[in-house]
């Protein structure tokens, strides 16, 4: 299995720009995470869907942050419009049950200037 | 609410041994993970507890007790690979939350 897919790896983009970030899961899994992590605030849980619902995005810092899981095997999760503070990793993670240890991707760093 | 409580950095020498602790307060307990992030790396899961004592997985241990509030987990016979940052996590109410995590740095 090729693990949690994320793309890009990195991504710099200009303040008011829109961000897509990238996911693919582990086949079979039916819960998807979207995490970030900053120095500041450690790994922050953002939304998390189970079976493409999304079940709770009270982490979604505001209305800016969307995301989306069209089917089984890809997420987004965009910024619009992008802000200096959203610079990050952004990770995504999935796993076969919600209280089963999850497996991350590698992560997103993304920077906005 | 969740609040995850981990010393953020400690140093420690090559064979030896290092514990890093956790204390946490949840309403609603269903499990504490603990995972190794290296630097510039996704996070990777080492250990489970849901209920009291000790797991053990090879050079690294796992404690709970839930009545404390309190984890810990032993790295032992240390090596250089095992410079990295330790994530307590705890699970409860549906969500996994994470502490800033524990920066150890192994020296020779």
């Known amino acids: 299995d090729a693990g949690v897919i994320q793309s890009p790896r990195h991504e710099v983009t200009e303040m008011g720009q829109e961000v897509t970030l990238r996911c693919k899961p582990i086949s079979g899994h039916d819960y998807l995470f979207w995490y970030r992590q900053t120095m500041m605030r450690g790994l922050e849980l953002l939304i998390y869907f189970n079976n493409n619902v999304p079940i709770d995005d009270s982490g979604m810092p505001e209305d800016r942050f969307s995301a989306k899981m069209p089917n089984a095997s890809f997420s987004t999760l965009k910024i619009q419009p992008s802000e200096p503070r959203d610079s990050a990793v952004y990770f995504c993670?999935?796993?076969?049950?919600?209280?089963?240890?999850?497996?991350f991707g590698s992560g997103t760093r993304l920077t906005v200037v | 609410g969740q609040n995850i409580d981990q010393p953020t950095e400690m140093t420690a020498t090559e064979g030896a041994i290092v514990q890093i602790n956790c204390t946490y307060q949840t309403s609603g307990f269903n499990g504490l993970f603990w995972y190794q992030q290296h630097a510039g790396e996704a996070p990777t899961f080492l250990s489970y507890?849901?209920?009291?004592g000790l797991e053990e997985k090879g050079r690294f241990s796992s404690f709970l007790s839930r009545s404390k509030g309190y984890s810990y987990l032993l790295l032992k016979e240390l090596q250089m690979k095992d410079s990295a940052s330790y994530l307590c996590?705890?699970?409860?109410?549906?969500?996994?939350?994470f502490g800033k995590g524990n920066q150890v740095v192994v020296i020779p």
């Open positions: 993670a999935s796993s076969s049950d919600s209280q089963r240890g999850y497996t």
């Open positions: 507890n849901v209920l009291d």
């Open positions: 996590a705890v699970y409860g109410n549906n969500r996994l939350a």
